[in-house]
T-cell receptor, first 112, second 115 residues
Framework: GESVGLHLPTLSVQEGDNSIINCAYS??????FIWYKQESGKGPQFIID?????DKRQGQRVTVLLNKTVKHLSLQIAATQPGDSAVYFC???????????FGKGTTLSVSS | NAGVMQNPRHLVRRRGQEARLRCSPM?????VYWYRQLPEEGLKFMVY????????ESGMPKERFSAEFPKEGPSILRIQQVVRGDSAAYFC?????????????FGPGTRLLVL
């Protein structure tokens, strides 16, 4: 069935470290992937997306890597800051579907 | 540049009452999606609408729940005869176009508490 999951429910890092948040998906038909950041009491905020015809995409301080062979997605945050503390969700979209399918999320805690 | 707006932000209802949640999409967006989030979980798709049409309601319970997106005004998610299990955060997202690779932008959500 379709599912998107994350390897770790929590991740704690020191300010200035690089963070890597992982996600595994099971539907090989999915061809669009998004990372969202959700702060407490707020809605998901778009961070970065990647299409299945790409392996890597970079934004400001963030990089998303897609490995279609093992159905793995990761979000790398460079020089993590306290303001990066939030729950991070990966989401996928299938070719036929309109809905985003979310995993359960990874809580990133950044200490000073 | 206003984003997706939702109101109310918090809603308290007693069992058996009705809940109405409103969503105004981003300017220029004509596609609206509703999701529900239970505590400590990811978002679950409920329904996708375009103006005056329900396109996909595969994630919405068949009873008590309905959604609309009229020609004028916001999209409404309506829950009749609420039960405690309806307590959750309800998020609306919008996109400019429909398509498998169209980004959805989320509103701040409505947190529904059923007493």
């Amino acid at each position: 069935g379709e599912s998107v999951g994350l390897h770790l429910p929590t991740l704690s890092v020191q300010e200035g470290d690089n963070s890597i948040i992982n996600c595994a998906y099971s539907n090989s038909a999915s061809d669009y992937f998004i990372w969202y950041k959700q702060e407490s009491g707020k809605g998901p905020q778009f961070i970065i997306d990647i299409r299945s015809n790409m392996d890597k995409r970079q934004g400001q301080r963030v990089t998303v890597l897609l490995n279609k062979t093992v159905k793995h997605l990761s979000l790398q945050i460079a020089a993590t800051q306290p303001g990066d503390s939030a729950v991070y969700f990966c989401a996928e979209k299938t070719q036929a579907g309109t809905a985003l399918i979310f995993g359960k999320g990874t809580t990133l805690s950044v200490s000073s | 540049n206003a984003g997706v707006m939702q109101n109310p932000r918090h809603l308290v209802r007693r069992r058996g009452q009705e809940a109405r949640l409103r969503c105004s999409p981003m300017k220029g967006h004509s596609h609206v999606y509703w999701y529900r989030q239970l505590p400590e979980e990811g978002l679950k798709f409920m329904v996708y609408l375009q103006k005056e049409n329900i396109i996909d309601e595969s994630g919405m319970p068949k009873e008590r729940f309905s959604a609309e997106f009229p020609k004028e005004g916001p999209s409404i998610l309506r829950i009749q005869q609420v039960v405690r299990g309806d307590s959750a955060a309800y998020f609306c997202a919008s996109s400019r176009l429909a398509g498998e690779q169209e980004t959805q932008y989320f509103g701040p959500g409505t947190r529904l508490l059923v007493l």
